[in-house]
């Protein structure tokens, strides 16, 4: 009790100066995320205008444009860019493909227990391991893989490992990011909007490309800002199956580690950062930002 | 909706083959682990437990799995204790920036995970701080802040300020009221918060590659170095098993201490 009478004063004096007390509950949160978390991403900003000395690798911080001016005038960068930009569509539209028709299925067909159901079902191989999940399908896409075998009576065999195959993970990978969305938007679309539709004679296709696919175009538009922005910074799925393709990702990665030229990482890092930004502006202009 | 027949059964075979094509890899890999081949040959020709007491007695995944356990704990305390104070200020004040402040909370997680990883490996580098299991950490907690943030903000919004009015009415001074009203009803929020960050810190690999120092591996570290090397194989399997259930089972509990209202769903997004 004594503590107690001892803490009380300290109780009071918070209690009349709400401001000191915003001040306390303040000054953790916002030293780690505006000076630790804000300042290294400036700190890496910065350091894309630095050079590394070619004999002693260390890091020469003296502002210069070089690592850009390499990124713009290399051919290799700008094709690498273009392949994980294209990646990043395509893995986009299977998503989109894929997920409409199960969050059409969980949303307006499926009934009473099997909604909850098919929910976890989404739900949880979004939480399962995203290393194991691309690991797995080394196992699928390996030579004398499970696909190679289950395709071999049609006389087919797997991609193998290369861009086909880290077209096909990322898709699998990112699918649980689309479906949600588009599971919520197709959730707050009132039934009777469908059934309107239908009543004045359109079938379910014009239904879907008239009604259902422009109001539910902001979800699609949040799954997309996940599967785009995941794809444009993975290297871990792109190195367990995709042989010798080479993503932004992985060239970032090779740069901080054997080539150890983090300035040039770090201006290669812009290239998503820079992607991203300008693919949510854009998202926010379709009003695709309070979906997420 | 009216739809025919043909359509309901239509989209009812779709949804089975996605989720289909969802769940089989991570059942090849769980076959695997019983697998008695050495290198990954399907369909497997026999049954065996012996890759499991292999994983067990593997030194270096052992060393992984305690620097996994030692890694989460702490990023999971530490995104606590950040994300409580700032679910507190974000509800109950309102001040400059507060806006802004809620969106920072989210771009670890919006940004590439690359992006953040060379971030914060710039900066240590930057300031001499040599990586360690401590720069693991900070680099965990700065992306869990936002999962536990978003849990108890949800419950502080449910809660009426007028228990804690009634206990202070009664005599109770702030301190007493936390620890005797508010703190239990945020107790279980700030618990599936907490495993929630676990899970998410247990199985991170993109940012832990750039802020680890080179003799501390965590459990996905450790096998995306040993995924190639063909006499590890069966053994990463194992230990691929047991990655998935540390980091599902902490989920299933988190979404049943808060009825189905987990936040951050997104929060895997990295």
Redesign the interface.
């Known amino acids: 009790m004594s503590a107690?009478g001892a803490?009380?004063p300290?109780?009071?004096a918070?209690?009349r100066r709400?401001r000191l007390k915003?001040a306390l509950?303040?000054s953790?949160?916002?030293g780690?995320?505006?000076v630790?978390?804000?300042?290294?991403?400036a700190?890496?900003f910065a350091?894309a205008l630095w050079s590394t000395d070619s004999f002693t690798g260390a890091?020469v911080r003296q502002p210069t444009s070089d690592n850009f001016t390499a990124l713009l005038r290399g051919e290799v960068y700008r094709a690498i860019t273009l392949r994980t930009v294209a990646l990043a569509a395509g893995v986009t539209l299977v998503d989109v493909v894929?997920a409409f028709?199960?969050a059409?299925?969980?949303a307006?067909?499926a009934r009473g227990r099997w909604r909850?159901l098919?929910l976890a079902?989404?739900?949880?191989?979004?939480?399962?391991?995203?290393?194991?999940?691309a690991?797995?399908?080394?196992?699928?896409v390996?030579a004398?893989?499970?696909l190679?075998?289950a395709l071999a009576p049609i006389g087919l065999h797997g991609p193998g490992f290369g861009l086909t195959a880290v077209w096909l993970v990322l898709s699998?990978l990112w699918?649980?990011?689309m479906i949600?969305p588009i599971f919520a938007g197709l959730d707050r679309l009132p039934?009777s909007l469908?059934?309107a539709s239908?009543d004045l004679g359109a079938h379910?296709w014009r239904t879907f490309r008239s009604v259902i696919l422009p109001l539910t175009m902001p979800a699609v538009v949040a799954g997309s800002i996940?599967t785009f922005?995941?794809t444009?910074?993975?290297?871990?799925a792109v190195?367990?199956v995709g042989g010798k393709t080479q993503m932004i990702?992985n060239v970032?990665?090779a740069n901080?580690g054997a080539a150890n030229n983090?300035p040039f990482?770090?201006a290669l890092?812009c290239v998503?950062?820079v992607i991203?930004l300008v693919y949510l502006l854009a998202a926010r202009r379709a009003g695709a930002l309070e979906s997420? | 909706?009216?739809?025919?027949r043909p359509?309901?059964v239509?989209?009812?075979a779709?949804?089975v083959v996605?989720?289909a094509?969802?769940?089989?890899?991570?059942l090849?890999?769980v076959i695997?682990s019983f697998n008695p081949a050495r290198v990954?040959?399907?369909?497997p020709d026999g049954f065996t437990v012996d890759w499991w007491g292999r994983a067990w007695d593997n030194p270096g995944a052992r060393a992984a799995l305690w620097t996994s356990v030692k890694a989460a704990a702490g990023a999971t305390v530490a995104a606590l204790?950040?994300?409580t104070?700032?679910s507190?200020?974000v509800q109950r004040?309102r001040?400059f920036g507060r806006e802004t402040?809620s969106l920072?909370?989210v771009?670890?997680i919006?940004?590439?995970?690359?992006?953040?990883g060379?971030?914060?490996?710039?900066?240590f580098?930057?300031l001499g701080v040599p990586l360690s299991l401590w720069t693991i950490v900070?680099g965990h907690?700065?992306f869990c802040?936002v999962v536990v943030f978003n849990n108890t903000l949800a419950r502080l919004r449910r809660m009426s300020r007028s228990m804690e009015e009634a206990s202070m009415d009664l005599g109770a001074?702030?301190?007493?009221t936390f620890r005797l009203v508010t703190f239990p009803t945020l107790r279980s929020a700030l618990l599936a918060g907490a495993l929630l960050a676990f899970?998410l810190s247990f199985?991170e690999?993109?940012v832990t590659?750039?802020t680890a120092g080179a003799g501390d591996q965590t459990l996905?570290i450790w096998?995306?170095t040993n995924?190639t090397r063909p006499n590890q194989a069966p053994v990463?399997n194992v230990v691929?098993?047991l990655?998935?259930v540390i980091?599902?089972v902490p989920?299933?509990l988190a979404q049943r201490l808060s009825e189905?209202t987990v936040r951050g769903?997104?929060a895997?997004?990295?």
């Not at chain 1, 690991?135 to 699928?140: D, E, H, L």
């Not at chain 2, 001074?173 to 007493?176: A, E, N, R, S, T």
């Open positions: 107690q803490l009380r300290l109780s009071r918070l209690w709400p915003l509950l303040l953790a949160p916002v780690w995320l505006v630790a978390y804000l300042g290294s991403l700190v890496l350091s890091i894929l028709p199960v059409f299925f969980m307006k067909v909850p098919l079902a989404v739900l949880t191989p979004l939480w399962a391991s995203y290393l194991v999940k690991y797995a399908w080394r196992v699928m390996g004398g893989g499970v190679d075998w699998y699918l649980p990011y949600l039934d469908l059934e239908s379910a996940f922005s995941l444009l910074g993975d290297f871990v190195n367990i990702g970032i990665y901080v983090l990482a770090a890092a998503p950062v991203m997420l | 909706m009216h739809l025919s359509a309901r239509a989209l009812r779709v949804t996605v989720l094509f969802v769940y089989i890899p991570l090849v890999v695997n990954a040959a399907w369909p204790i950040l994300g104070l700032l507190f200020a004040h001040f402040l920072l909370v771009l670890p919006a940004l590439p995970g690359i992006v953040t060379i971030a914060l490996q710039s900066a580098r930057f900070v907690a700065t802040i001074d702030g301190l007493q899970a199985d690999i993109i590659t750039f996905p096998i995306f995924l990463v691929a098993v990655l998935v980091s599902v989920i299933w189905g769903a997104g895997a997004a990295r």
